[in-house]
């Protein structure tokens, strides 16, 4: 069982040492951050404001490859360091709940989705992928309340993109499971 405050140190470097990217890796030195239950701690040396969105830009690029190469676990890595260079950042924070859904930690992706959606209200995507992300859940544990939270999240996300089939696909397969 894990401690309440598990801390998992992630280091950049590993998300940025193969330079597949074809974009310069900034110079200065790699950045620890720690992940805890409450959120990410950034330990970084202080950076610029250019330098903060160069190592986003490249950490977001980083993150985007290891995911095309269903590397999620180093995916997951780099979009730690893009959202600690820029929190505010949806699409990472959006791409970092997904690598945690893939990874097999369905609740962390539940939290980040619901902070993406607690922004842009509106985004279809994220409300598919919460929905995945309850129906998880409700194979974990069962509890049919996790598969009516599914089944509303994939609602929600059609009303707002009617044109989304694997949603409506997720809809039919939830509706004929018997709890």
């Not at 180093?74 to 924070?93: K, R, W, Y």
Request: aromatic content about 10%.
């Amino acid at each position: 069982m894990k401690s309440a405050v598990s801390k998992i140190a992630i280091s950049a470097a590993v998300a940025f040492s193969t330079g597949l990217l074809g974009c310069a890796q900034p110079k200065s030195e790699p950045v620890k951050t720690y992940v805890t239950r409450e959120g990410v701690i950034d330990e970084s040396p202080a950076l610029t404001p250019a330098g903060r969105a160069q190592r986003f830009e490249y950490a977001f690029k980083a993150g985007l490859h290891w995911v095309e190469q269903k590397q999620y676990g180093v995916a997951l890595g780099a979009f730690e360091e893009a959202v600690a260079m820029n929190p505010e950042s949806t699409d990472a924070i959006f791409n970092l709940g997904a690598c945690y859904e893939q990874v097999g930690e369905p609740l962390r992706a539940i939290q980040l989705y619901r902070q993406v959606l607690s922004v842009t209200p509106n985004d279809p995507s994220c409300y598919a992928n919460l929905g995945t992300s309850y129906i998880k859940m409700y194979h974990l544990e069962r509890s049919p309340t996790w598969r009516r939270m599914a089944i509303d999240a994939w609602n929600i996300s059609l009303r707002i993109d009617g044109e989304q089939p694997d949603v409506r696909r997720y809809l039919a397969q939830a509706d004929s499971i018997v709890d």
